[in-house]
């Protein structure tokens, strides 16, 4: 198991930008698929991004082009890179990793894009 710590969240201006870090401990993170997944109040948790071990990428179309995930593996931790943010990404961000059957997830950090 691993365990991951999220920061970076906060409020921003519609259009500004904010990179969220994903700290992980008792593992290293390169042997997992990582993901940065949000949920908005009354909403289901939908995945925003996702990187794979082999530095494979995903995104859904309501990100993509704005969004970006990294991964340091030197400094154990995962990054979401948010650009171009818009009161409609308001949400808990929640950092996950993966590895066959074994699943952990982040506190969450919260995100609020409002002018």
């Known amino acids: 198991q691993v365990q991951l710590v999220e920061s970076g969240g906060g409020l921003v201006q519609p259009g500004g930008s904010l990179r969220l870090s994903c700290a992980a401990s008792?593992?290293?993170?390169?042997?997992?698929?990582m993901g940065w997944y949000r949920q908005a109040p009354g909403k289901q948790r939908e995945m925003v991004a996702s990187i794979t071990t082999t530095g494979t990428t995903n995104y859904p179309e309501s990100v993509k082009g704005r969004f970006t995930i990294s991964r340091d593996d030197a400094k154990n931790t995962v990054y979401l890179q948010m650009n171009s943010l818009k009161p409609e990404d308001t949400a808990v961000y929640y950092c996950?990793?993966?590895?066959?059957?074994?699943?952990?997830w982040g506190q969450g950090t919260q995100v609020t894009v409002s002018s």
């Open positions: 008792g593992s290293r993170v390169s042997r997992y698929d």
């Open positions: 996950r990793s993966q590895l066959l059957f074994r699943t952990s």
